[in-house]
């Protein structure tokens, strides 16, 4: 095994999109950001200098960051943010995961522009469970603001409205030939007649989740976040943001320019068509070529529309582990945690300025009622392990409040969370079940919940309220598919089970940008057990503090 050392330097860019030229937020000048390549087993240690003007961490998203939580970098869960002028060295090792995964900031609304790819090969000397393609080409699925999106959060947070969509759908950090001055940066993907393609996709996107599709060819999914999947043919697949699928796909068509194209799907935003697609092109080599000839527009791809729940629902339930799966069985801890928005009233005083939410309200979200609020003297991994009180309370409830119709109007009281720093604590070793149950308070929408320094397997989803009677006899306890984000369907819920055998502070939220920042989210305390393997390693020596 190799140790891949790199050095990730955050400084503001000039870019221009959409005929407007911004400084935006980058990592050595480059948006989207370096794409890092390893094999399983490998290490990598990236040297991270804040020369911008925020606080900043980066997240390595779905790395599961055995014993060493202190590199994780959700800021004040794992580590206190890297100051300007600050740096801080992620130092880690890729154990038994292969695929893609991704990097992002983890700090206010930076991963916008702050994110890149991170491809897993096979362990050396071992092979893809599949034919080895010819090509592999990472899909990084986006948002553009032509605001800083830093702003754009700041204001959402003094109105207490919803924040400002964004202008841009993005491929690879270009919004494609349907937006204005976009047309001749269109990300081009070149193909050789008859060759295979692994296209890595990724969801990076802040606050929506994507259809994708490329015209007239069939997508084999071959892996989604950096587990391999049982193989199987699809013309569209859907991602929530977080989540990543590689689909192999061969140019079995005749020589010309397709579409790549990736939509919204449930868009809670109302946003029209044609700024939720976004598009690049596969381009055969042979094809003819358009300087030369008649210019040929590229075949145009046919996506469901933005609320196909069906195709959606068809997508995520046809992922299957390769093989017989692992399963936990006999569960220690069953929790049941609702997942939704709320709206808060207003401080009698500030009904103005504060509260430009529906009805002078402000907006806010919760699991299991509890909005949650990160602290911001400590991070919460080093008040649990140097023992600092007062920083956060182990009381997050394992089940709501009260129980109602989650997919119904209810009544106004039920939507006012509370707020607070409430952590679930695990028991090392402890098996886990967790009923994700979306609720219909104010909207209904699809939520991709997100767990940090764990993969889990998503054993069912449906839709309704989740029926332990009924639902249980829909379990998958053989082959479920290994994921770290689970998109818990529209009116409906989702049912993941893991082992708690990563001791640390793990942040598990909705992957919405919008809804992070409203408090839909909570984390989970794991115990150390006994000895230096089952315990989280010390800190670093560098580790930033608050
Ligand atoms: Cu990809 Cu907590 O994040």
Not at 35 to 46: A, C, I, P
Not at 515 to 520: A, C, D, F, P, V
């Amino acid at each position: 095994a190799k140790t891949h050392y790199h050095d990730f330097v955050v400084q503001a860019t000039p870019v221009k999109r959409l005929c407007k030229t911004h400084n935006a937020i980058t990592v050595n000048g480059q948006f989207p950001g370096p794409t890092l390549e390893v094999n399983n087993g490998d290490t990598l240690v990236v040297n991270v200098v804040n020369r911008a003007r925020y606080n900043v961490t980066i997240h390595w998203h779905g790395i599961r960051q055995m014993r060493t939580g202190w590199a994780d970098g959700p800021e004040f869960v794992t580590q206190c943010p890297i100051r300007p002028g600050g740096s801080y060295t992620y130092r880690f090792t890729i154990e038994g995961q292969e695929g893609t995964l991704w990097w992002h900031a983890h700090s206010s609304w930076l991963r916008a522009t702050v994110y890149g790819a991170l491809i897993i090969r096979p362990r050396e000397g071992s092979s893809y469970p599949f034919t080895k393609p010819k090509r592999q080409t990472p899909i990084l699925l986006g948002e553009w603001w032509d605001a800083n999106p830093v702003d754009v959060v700041r204001e959402a947070m003094r109105t207490g409205a919803a924040p400002n969509i964004s202008d841009a759908y993005t491929i690879n950090g270009q919004p494609g030939d349907l937006y204005n001055c976009s047309s001749k940066d269109t990300v081009i993907v070149p193909v050789d007649s008859g060759e295979t393609n692994l296209l890595r996709v990724i969801n990076s996107a802040l606050n929506q989740e994507l259809f994708f599709t490329v015209a007239k060819h069939k997508l084999t999914v071959v892996a989604a976040d950096a587990s391999y999947m049982k193989p199987f043919t699809t013309s569209v697949i859907m991602l929530g943001p977080g989540q990543t699928t590689d689909v192999l796909i061969t140019a079995d068509q005749s020589p010309a320019r397709y579409y790549i194209a990736a939509r919204a799907y449930a868009s809670a935003q109302g946003a029209p068509f044609d700024n939720t697609t976004t598009t690049a092109i596969l381009e055969y080599k042979s094809a003819p070529c358009p300087a030369k000839g008649p210019s040929l527009p590229p075949v145009q791809p046919s996506l469901p529309a933005y609320n196909d729940t069906a195709t959606a629902s068809a997508f995520t339930t046809s992922l299957r582990s390769p093989s017989k799966a692992e399963v936990p069985i006999d569960i220690d801890e069953n929790l049941f945690i609702t997942v939704g928005l709320g709206l808060n009233p207003c401080p009698p005083k500030s009904r103005s300025r504060n509260c430009q939410g529906p009805n002078g309200t402000r907006f806010t979200a919760s699991m299991n009622n509890v909005s949650f609020v990160l602290p911001s003297n400590y991070s919460l991994l080093q008040s649990h392990q140097q023992g600092i009180p007062g920083v956060f309370t182990t009381d997050f409830p394992a089940a709501p409040p009260v129980k109602f119709d989650y997919t119904g109007n209810v009544s106004r009281s039920l939507w006012t969370p509370v707020r607070g720093t409430r952590l679930y604590k695990l028991k090392y070793g402890s098996k886990v079940q967790i009923v994700l149950q979306g609720t219909s308070i104010f909207t209904a929408e699809n939520h991709p919940i997100h767990l940090h320094g764990y993969d889990f397997y998503i054993i069912a989803e449906g839709f309704g309220n989740f029926d332990p009677k009924k639902d249980t006899s829909k379990f998958n306890l053989i082959d479920p598919p290994m994921r770290n984000t689970a998109s818990v369907p529209v009116r409906g819920w989702a049912v993941i089970r893991f082992v708690a055998d990563n001791p640390g502070v793990w942040l598990m939220h909705c992957h919405l940008d919008v809804h992070i920042t409203w408090g839909l989210a909570m984390a989970f305390l794991v115990e150390n057990g006994f000895g230096e393997l089952q315990s989280i390693s010390p800190p670093p020596a560098d580790l930033p503090v608050c």
